[in-house]
């Protein structure tokens, strides 16, 4: 029973529990990720680029003197994280730029082929 609930469904990707949140497009023959890196600086993310997929990565240690706060609710990330974007096709690492303002990461792709689109006629 609980297959066939399941079944068909476009299930969300999972991968976001384990880093930051992105969006994924395509426009004009380029693909864009908007990742969310609130508190992060440009020295502390890693951007790699490789076939089809871009590994996202960040670290920073906060040298706060932390003990004295009691803390009632901690739900503001720490630390570090990484996040693999697997893309639709192969990039080409040479075309890709990244560029961080005001905590969104936005790295722009071009594909190794031309994203093509082709209207195709509807007959009755």
Do not use: W
Request: hydrophobic share 30%; charged share 30%.
């Amino acid at each position: 029973m609980m297959d066939s609930l399941f079944e068909g469904a476009a299930l969300p990707e999972i991968d976001h529990l384990s880093g930051p949140a992105i969006n994924l497009y395509e426009k004009d023959g380029t693909y864009t990720i908007e990742c969310a890196v609130p508190g992060y600086k440009k020295d502390e993310i890693k951007v790699e680029a490789r076939s089809d997929q871009v590994l996202i990565s960040g670290s920073y240690s906060r040298e706060e003197d932390e003990r004295h706060n009691q803390y009632h609710r901690r739900e503001l990330r720490q630390g570090s994280f990484s996040r693999t974007v697997v893309l639709p096709q192969e990039i080409d690492p040479d075309q890709v730029a990244a560029k961080l303002e005001d905590g969104i990461l936005k790295i722009t792709l071009r594909p190794m082929k031309a994203i093509k689109s082709k209207t195709i006629p509807v007959s009755s």
